[in-house]
């Protein structure tokens, strides 16, 4: 079974210095677990470390992002255009960490759905439903390493934002 976390918007405020960061300002967000609760910090770039290896235990995801200005209207990707992406990375061994964050974020944005968690050849895959096209998708657990973390991070942004 899945957990659901609570997670809370961003600071705007950084938590190593205490400033405030600024509207179009590039910045980064870690989601970590204390005790049972799921906790957001925020950092400006200038206090940026990525977590070491001893922290990663307790780290469930770090990203960068910029501060929205008030006049930022962002237009999303399309699901329907993320979803035929996801699709034609299937087969795409070099692609498999994409294909994973593209699917968790697939999920996030209640496209597909998880349905269960399977074992296959000793890797855990999860099976995803799109009620949308009425599909059933097996995705290849594939964490990203975190030297590949920007890259894919960047990768993700201009999926989402272009055009």
């Not at 600024?22 to 980064?28: D, F, I, S």
């Not at 989601?31 to 940026?48: I, P, Q």
């Not at 061994?93 to 697939?106: A, K, P």
Request: proline fraction near 4%; aromatic fraction near 8%; charge should be negative.
């Amino acid at each position: 079974m899945l957990n659901d976390f609570d997670v809370k918007g961003c600071t705007r405020t950084c938590s190593d210095s205490g400033v405030e960061l600024k509207p179009g300002e590039v910045c980064y967000s870690v989601l970590k677990l204390e005790g049972l609760d799921t906790v957001r910090v925020d950092y400006s770039a200038a206090h940026w470390e990525q977590p070491s290896e001893e922290k990663l235990a307790e780290t469930l995801g770090w990203w960068r992002f910029r501060m929205p200005t008030g006049d930022d209207e962002p237009k999303l990707a399309p699901n329907e255009v993320l979803l035929s992406l996801f699709v034609e990375l299937a087969e795409k061994r070099s692609q498999e960490s994409f294909r994973y964050v593209l699917g968790l974020l697939l999920v996030r944005r209640r496209v597909l759905r998880l349905e269960e968690t399977r074992e296959n050849e000793g890797r855990e895959v999860l099976v995803l439903t799109s009620s949308g096209r009425g599909e059933e998708y097996h995705l290849k657990v594939a964490l990203p390493h975190p030297q590949e973390a920007d890259a894919l991070q960047e990768k993700i942004d201009e999926l989402l934002y272009a055009g």
